[in-house]
């Protein structure tokens, strides 16, 4: 049953909440996400009642996080201000202040290497009074126990400063911040505590390791696989953290499973993840954005395949993936297996047009591919004499027709100087070239074992003429700064047609909602928490432009088959048609606004806050 959605403020407002997270200020995954974009619902029903709290990382933290007063630290009054300063009087190194993101929370940052000196104690303090063991040479495992001991004692501090009559709600997200909670039930910190896993730690290794992981997943024997694979301690902190919690709570309705068989409790709740949508909104300006960004790629594809030969853009779409390198988990294996049965079917059914399929992930790699940077290169020149040349012509031909007579278009060819004929002539004579576009634009480390490459040769996914799908592997981030892109990612999925993400193993999954709130088209799939999330709450979602991937009880060529159906669909509606499905997309965003799903949050809280 769905929890009703009530105005956290007037149920809660003798409480105050402390929120978690390794990545506050600290950009390294997905949990960056989800606490970033739900700052701006959260703010406005928790004001000066809410902080969150996470390692300081001076790197990390210098773009993103802005101190404190002196002066306002001296003579606040609040429980998160007094705690700091507290922990100052001890002599810890606790940094205070503003998160510079929309609503601008207050923020509680902690260097977690002040205390290594007292790491062997920590450890052994783990291992006595709660079995987990912790190595001599994880600095991860390290870091992490340092910042659960610190913040141990800011949360004993806060308890201490908060107002007679009031409660302290602490939520946790991700065994990284959830070492300190056994330690506060043991001490009887008096805080109500909520811990939220997004992915099982080892549910991920496993999905990545065994093609039947759901299938397997009741007859795991948790600690036998952690060992294997070298993770017990974080699952162990893991462990202790889910139950040593009043309320447990995780994602999706997908890993509740995951849940009850590798952590051995069943969630209480389940919380979904969402975006803030007016971040996204761009009014009725999507559409324009759509073409604004499609421009920008059309360069690079006229750039990286028009040298060895050319093909009508007007009648290309643009597809794309993305996310971790997780070669099954995220599906790249379906998605190519199911791009290679399009190709033949496109080249069979004589249809026109063309897909260029982009994979963004990121690779270890050496350099960008010198001849993927000189295909540019020479395309740049090519345009710098065209708009030379553009530029003699018209004011020779704005001066031809004002001294006209006879009122006809004159031969354009003859006001072009011979040098500009000449060089005309010889780029496009050096630009030309049989040599095929290469499917990846970066020199891997190594690109012998990268399953993606080995598909695309093992099925000839080589970008030859008569490909009907062409591919572009683009093993790093996009940004602003890359030569060969140049955008933000955000603007890349505007001017792309669709973004398929049929993904294995994904808790939740960011892509395709970002997709949705950029009025993008997404395939998921029901294995994903957001697919599952979507088959749950909207009736016919294709009607709204999200297509799911039926992967539950099918096989790997039966759910690569579905997929090849649902883009050869797509690739078969005109451009009315498409524009109409943007259209219901991004009217469907709203759904996944955090407005409306912070109230699984507050459903959470208010069960912790009945338990002692």
Not at 372 to 390: H, P, S
Request: contains cysteine; hydrophobic residues 40%.
């Amino acid at each position: 049953m769905q929890p009703q959605a009530h105005p956290t403020e007037t149920l809660l407002p003798d409480v105050f909440l402390i929120e978690s997270a390794w990545e506050v200020c600290n950009q390294v995954g997905g949990i960056y996400t989800v606490i970033r974009s739900k700052v701006p619902a959260t703010m406005p029903a928790w004001g000066e009642r809410y902080c969150l709290l996470g390692p300081y990382f001076p790197n990390q933290a210098q773009g993103e996080f802005e101190p404190l007063d002196e002066l306002e630290v001296h003579t606040g009054s609040d429980p998160y201000t007094s705690a700091v300063r507290a922990m100052r009087a001890q002599g810890y190194d606790v940094c205070i202040g503003t998160w510079l993101v929309t609503g601008r929370p207050r923020v509680v940052l902690i260097n977690p290497f002040q205390v290594y000196g007292q790491l062997a104690q920590l450890k052994t303090n783990l291992w006595q009074r709660h079995g987990i063991p912790a190595p001599d040479h994880d600095d991860l495992l390290h870091q992490v126990i340092a910042f659960g001991h610190l913040s141990k004692i800011f949360m004993q501090h806060v308890a201490a400063h908060v107002p007679a009559g009031k409660r302290l709600l602490a939520h946790f997200h991700e065994w990284m911040t959830g070492v300190a909670i056994p330690d506060l039930r043991r001490e009887r910190v008096p805080a109500h505590i909520v811990f939220t896993t997004h992915a099982t730690l080892l549910g991920r290794y496993l999905a990545m390791n065994d093609p039947d992981f759901y299938d397997h997943l009741m007859r795991v024997d948790w600690q036998a696989e952690a060992r294997h694979f070298n993770i017990e301690p974080a699952v162990q902190m893991e462990r202790a953290a889910a139950h040593g919690s009043h309320v447990f709570t995780t994602v999706s309705e997908l890993t509740v499973r995951e849940c009850i068989y590798l952590l051995d409790r069943m969630p209480d709740a389940v919380l979904p993840n969402g975006l803030n949508i007016e971040r996204f909104v761009a009014l009725h300006e999507f559409q324009n954005l759509h073409q604004q960004y499609k421009s920008k790629i059309h360069e690079f594809v006229m750039a990286h395949f028009f040298q060895s030969y050319s093909f009508d853009l007007d009648k290309t779409l643009y597809l794309f993936t993305s996310g971790r390198y997780e070669y099954h988990n995220k599906g790249f294996d379906l998605t190519l297996e199911a791009l290679a049965r399009l190709n033949h079917r496109i080249q069979a059914s004589g249809m026109d047009g063309q897909v260029v399929m982009f994979f963004i992930t990121k690779r270890p790699y050496t350099s960008i591919n010198p001849q993927v940077l000189e295909r540019r290169a020479l395309l740049d020149e090519v345009r710098d004499t065209c708009r030379a040349i553009e530029q003699q012509v018209g004011e020779r031909l704005f001066y031809a027709a004002a001294a006209s007579q006879d009122h006809k278009l004159p031969e354009l060819g003859e006001m072009v100087d011979d040098y500009w004929k000449l060089r005309y002539r010889r780029q496009l004579q050096s630009w030309k070239t049989n040599v095929l576009p290469p499917v990846i634009t970066h020199n891997l480390g190594d690109d012998r074992t990268d399953d993606i490459l080995n598909f695309m040769r093992r099925a000839q996914l080589l970008n030859h003429r008569h490909d009907r799908v062409k591919m572009v592997y683009h093993p790093d981030f996009v940004s602003p700064s890359s030569p060969l892109l140049g955008m933000e990612y955000g603007q890349f999925v505007r001017g792309c047609h669709l973004g398929v993400f049929p993904s294995y193993y994904e808790p939740w999954g960011y892509t395709p909602l970002e997709c949705v709130a950029r009025g993008v088209p997404a395939i998921t799939s029901d294995l994903s928490g957001f697919g599952d999330y979507v088959l749950q709450t909207i009736p016919e979602p294709e009607q709204k432009g999200i297509f799911v991937v039926r992967r539950q009880e099918k096989t790997f060529h039966e759910a690569a088959e579905e997929l090849c159906d649902m883009l050869w669909n797509f690739v078969q509606l005109n451009r009315r048609e498409r524009i109409m499905q943007r259209n219901a997309v991004e009217s469907s965003a709203e759904l996944f606004d955090w407005k409306n799903l912070r109230v699984h949050y507050d459903h959470a809280y208010g069960l912790a806050l009945e338990r002692q």
